[in-house]
T-cell receptor, first 114, second 113 residues
Framework: EPEVTQTPSHQVTQMGQEVILRCVPI?????FYWYRQILGQKVEFLVS????????KSEIFDDQFSVERPDGSNFTLKIRSTKLEDSAMYFC????????????FGQGTRLTVV | RKEVEQDPGPFNVPEGATVAFNCTYS??????FFWYRQDCRKEPKLLMS???SGNEDGRFTAQLNRASQYISLLIRDSKLSDSATYLC??????????????FGKGTKLSVIP
């Protein structure tokens, strides 16, 4: 079964450092997403990406965050100048079409900012 | 603000029991509805989509009431493997090209031998 893969599974970084979280969406999917889940809280939408540009973003996705599709397979989330409150599980997801179809989630990257 | 509300539980039920989860959503324009399952520290996985006519998949039945903005999930003959957090998920429709999903906090289910 095709799956979304994310690397690394766990990233520890010092406050103020930049991190890049990587994702390989399912190959025939056209829509890509990043969500985050702070421990014990709900899954929150960050950004959606379609046709090589951001289609939607939440108020969480401020200038500290950026996304990129550097090649035909990878989809990255960059967090500049990380803060303690950025510690969370970050999930990448992809879907064949928009939000009326199943979004497949990767296994997540646990980001710990110390 | 578009919200999805769920009873957090936990629901502790014996094997074989029937359990029902409820969810309400605030965005009347939402068009797509789902139940996802999330195991501890894992990613959400789609359990089933929810349609206006109601739908069933084996032991699982989902219902949608658009007028009341209410979604339900019924699990019959609970198995130990059903233990997980069940997430009510709604598209946060805000116009054409809206793709984000809004998640509830989830209802935790523990099925006890």
């Amino acid at each position: 079964e095709p799956e979304v893969t994310q690397t690394p599974s766990h990233q520890v970084t010092q406050m103020g450092q930049e991190v890049i979280l990587r994702c390989v969406p399912i190959s025939n999917h056209l829509y890509f997403y990043w969500y985050r889940q702070i421990l014990g809280q709900k899954v929150e939408f960050l950004v959606s990406f379609y046709n090589n540009e951001i289609s939607e973003k939440s108020e969480i996705f401020d200038d500290q965050f950026s996304v990129e599709r550097p090649d035909g397979s990878n989809f990255t989330l960059k967090i500049r100048s990380t803060k303690l409150e950025d510690s969370a599980m970050y999930f990448c997801a992809s879907s064949e079409t928009g939000s009326d179809t199943e979004a497949f989630f990767g296994q997540g990257t646990r980001l710990t900012v110390v | 603000r578009k919200e999805v509300e769920q009873d957090p539980g936990p629901f502790n039920v014996p094997e074989g029991a029937t359990v029902a989860f409820n969810c309400t959503y605030s965005n009347s324009a939402s068009q797509s509805f789902f139940w996802y399952r999330q195991d501890c520290r894992k990613e959400p996985k789609l359990l089933m989509s929810v349609y206006s006519s109601g739908n069933e998949d084996g032991r699982f039945t989902a219902q949608l009431n658009r007028a009341s903005q209410y979604i339900s999930l019924l699990i019959r003959d609970s198995k130990l493997s059903d233990s997980a957090t069940y997430l009510c998920v709604v598209d946060a429709y805000s116009g054409a090209g809206s793709y984000q999903l809004t998640f509830g906090k989830g209802t935790k289910l523990s099925v006890i031998p």
